[in-house]
């Protein structure tokens, strides 16, 4: 029998049905799931950020499953049709393609000739045949002849011969056939085991296509694709480069005058009953088992099966591009220090852009030190000027054209000048064109150039990545797979909760961040986001969590999910600074009453906070994990998540693929993490590629599990392709190997 939902669920993410049932309470009643993930651990159990975004997923594919089960029951029902074995089969199904295989035989169809065939009452021919093979085929059918007739259906020619009046007889198995769900499953589960996904180039491109050449001649086991192959697959076949197809693993190349059956026609066979033992139906029967396969099945299941590939496919790229972009929004921070950010160029100059310790633009230029204008002295002064107007400590330097050699400016500059004690950095540029020339940007920068714009971007992704970075549409930051081929529906949702996740484990400063950012806190949306900032401009800073409820739009339950997540510094309550939530004062207060100490003596007092003990102030609303994170949070309050900022280091002299050379040990900065392996930018404008099988001395199944977007890694070069542009790369130790 199957089980309800919440059992399903817990059995999928290996929970208690108690911790779901609780969750799912909370998700209806709208609790977000960052709220849920750290202020309702009593009631979930201890559940985690990634664990609900699971169960908030399959919650919603399950009960989209119980509602085509409903549909579907009535459906049938309506007909008249539904018995009770028939309802407890479709009651049990476990997923959707089971439940679809049992409505086939009762789904309304066009008039398809198997109809046209049961309408001239062919139906007894079929099952006289397929019940008693001993009967001849031509003799029975001439029993059916029929003149032209009309039916509700329409006009029907009728049957003038044995011939038409077998065809008939055979449509209407084919279908039956097709229809058979224990069948379909048996088929599905064979395939699965056993089916291989064929390409061949198509003759019109086999001369001109070099970007799909490794799938010219390709086959692999179903089971075994990786999702980064699928997806370049299916690209191939929507770009008419490749044709794909189905076929069996006993016959790669599938030949429909095959006179023996293959392993699923013979499967088909056995289902009904139908062998061949020399008597006269059979030779019929078995030419109706290969039709029913060839024409029909086979069709059916190979579109099925290329559209589950291409779902799995997708889910795995949406996984790994979630991962990276979590990585690239919890990056490690600089902090609030006066920061110039360039943005590197050739012909159209470096871009420079002066911002404050809280982002706000100081000054903007542009200088030409490289080709064509190589006035390096003038820029070099530039910069000098600058860094000593506005004390400026940090240099942000974008990772893209002219990147090296901008970068080998900034050395000399520091190298002449120590006394500036300037500290100059690498920063992925990834979408600062896009947020550049948004409304956004539009809004926040008015009085700049387009191309002033990314140099601020530059700068301040330095300061904190997070909330430069929540200003970009998460798909145009570039740190995915086949990004543009996935369903991008799916893909926004993903990573618009990756946004929400990452922003509220940081927690957001109440007073100084933009609306893009307040945006993503839990319970919050634009249009509050917004009321927010043109409150504090109206009515200056906020001095306490409880001003927020003046909001428009902020109202009870709002606050609830989102008052633990935004901060006010130095306001009338030090709480308000931490991610203790105004729920939980009451308790903080009880505790204060007890060591007798005011709040700004505990917190952060190492001593007194390990001397309490938390099972003392457990009570009905405030279990342990809720106190045990209270006095951790009292320990370090606000704490940031986020690790320590480092660079790698670049070798002086490398600057592009040809300065690189087999054997050669590099620094590099993680850019991109794939199914299949990362890919280092080294400093050459070419990023270089470490396959998973590269990634590290042992078997590596998730490159996630080795490196993550952002990370600052050694490795040594294979090979180097200068003609196709690509760079072999590897971390393992023993490099020969």
Same mark, same amino acid.
């Given at each position: ?15 208690? &049905? ?30 985690? /950020? ?144 056993? =089916? ?29 694709? &990786? ?46 009953? +139908? ?12 030419? #109706? ?75 903007? #230029? ?51 000048? &120590? ?65 543009? /081929? ?64 003046? +909001? ?18 130095? =306001? #009338? ?29 505990? +917190? ?24 045990? /994170? ?9 704490? /940031? &998540? ?96």
């Amino acid at each position: 029998m199957l089980l309800p939902i919440e059992h399903r669920i817990a059995k999928e993410i290996a929970t208690k &049905p108690a911790q779901i049932q609780a969750t799912i309470k909370l998700l209806d009643n709208g609790a977000t799931v960052p709220f849920i993930a750290r202020y309702r651990k009593e009631a979930t159990g201890g559940l985690n /950020d990634g664990q609900l975004r699971l169960l908030e997923t399959r919650l919603q594919v399950l009960r989209e499953l119980e509602k085509r089960r409903a549909a579907i029951i009535s459906a049938i029902e309506k007909q008249n049709k539904m018995t009770p074995a028939l309802r407890e089969v479709i009651t049990n199904a476990t997923d959707k393609a089971a439940l679809e295989d049992l409505y086939l035989p009762f789904r309304k169809k066009r008039r398809t000739k198997a109809q046209m065939a049961f309408e001239a009452g062919l139906e007894p021919l079929a099952d006289r045949l397929l019940n008693n093979p001993g009967l001849h085929p031509a003799a029975e059918a001439a029993k059916f002849l029929k003149a032209p007739f009309t039916t509700e259906g329409g006009d029907h020619p009728g049957i003038a011969n044995s011939e038409e009046a077998l065809e008939g007889a055979r449509q209407i198995l084919i279908e039956r056939f097709s229809e058979n769900a224990l069948l379909l499953q048996k088929l599905r589960s064979y395939l699965h085991k056993h =089916g291989m996904l064929t390409a061949r180039v198509t003759p019109a491109q086999k001369d001109n296509d070099t970007k799909f050449t490794d799938y010219h001649h390709y086959a692999e086991a179903l089971y075994k694709i &990786p999702s980064h192959r699928v997806l370049a697959l299916l690209r191939g076949e929507r770009e008419a480069v490749l044709k794909l197809r189905l076929t069996l693993a006993s016959e790669i190349e599938y030949q429909k005058s095959a006179v023996i059956l293959n392993s699923c026609e013979s499967m088909i066979a056995e289902q009904f009953n +139908i062998h061949d033992r020399n008597r006269p139906a059979d030779t019929w029967l078995i030419e #109706t088992v290969r039709s029913s396969w060839r024409s029909k099945i086979f069709g059916h299941l190979e579109t099925e099966f290329k559209q589950q590939l291409s779902e799995r496919a997708e889910t795995e790229a949406i996984q790994i591009f979630a991962q990276n972009l979590k990585a690239l929004l919890l990056a490690p921070t600089a902090g609030p220090r006066i920061t110039i950010g360039l943005d590197p160029g050739f012909r159209t100059g470096v871009k420079v852009a002066v911002v404050d310790a809280t982002g706000k633009v100081l000054s903007t #230029t542009t200088i030409y030190p490289h080709p064509p204008q190589n006035d390096r002295d003038t820029a070099t002064e530039i910069l000098k000027q600058l860094a000593e107007q506005h004390h400026v400590s940090l240099i942000a330097i974008g990772n893209g054209t002219a990147s090296r050699e901008t970068d080998q400016l900034v050395k000399d500059l520091i190298k002449r000048y &120590p006394q500036l004690k300037l500290t100059a950095l690498m920063v992925s540029e990834a979408g600062a064109s896009v947020y550049s020339a948004s409304e956004l940007a539009a809004n926040e920068l008015p009085d700049l150039d387009v191309s002033l714009r990314g140099a601020v971007s530059i700068a301040r992704r330095l300061q904190d990545p997070l909330a430069e970075l929540v200003k970009i549409d998460p798909k145009s930051i570039g740190v995915g797979q086949y990004q543009h /081929d996935v369903d991008q529906k799916q893909l926004a949702h993903s990573l618009d909760a990756i946004v929400e996740d990452s922003v509220n484990a940081v927690g957001v400063n109440v007073n100084t961040a933009s609306a893009a950012l307040l945006r993503y806190v839990a319970g919050l949306n634009s249009k509050i986001a917004h009321n927010i900032i043109t409150y504090r401009d109206n009515n200056g800073i906020f001095t306490r969590r409880s001003d927020l409820l003046k +909001i428009p739009g902020l109202g009870e339950k709002t606050f609830e999910q989102a008052a633990g997540f935004l901060r006010i510094l130095h =306001g #009338t309550n030090p709480l308000d600074a931490s991610a203790v939530h105004p729920e939980s004062y009451p308790l903080v207060e009880h505790i204060l009453a007890d060591i007798k100490l005011d709040v700004a003596a505990l +917190i952060g007092n190492h001593t007194v906070l390990k001397s309490i003990r938390p099972e003392k102030y457990i009570t009905a609303q405030f279990g342990l994990p809720t106190v045990k /994170d209270i006095l951790n949070e009292l320990e370090k309050p606000g704490r /940031d &998540p986020r690790s320590t900022f480092i660079t790698a280091s670049f070798i002086e002299g490398v600057e592009t693929i040809a300065d690189l050379h087999p054997g050669m040990s590099l620094e590099g900065i993680v850019t991109n993490v794939t199914a299949f392996g990362a890919f280092v930018d080294i400093g050459v404008h070419q990023d270089g590629l470490v396959h998973i099988s590269a990634l590290a001395d042992k078997f590596v199944k998730d490159p996630h599990a080795i490196v993550t977007v952002g990370q600052v890694v050694k490795v040594s070069v294979l090979d180097v392709d200068e003609k196709r542009k690509r760079i072999a790369l590897t971390m393992r130790q023993n490099k020969a190997l």
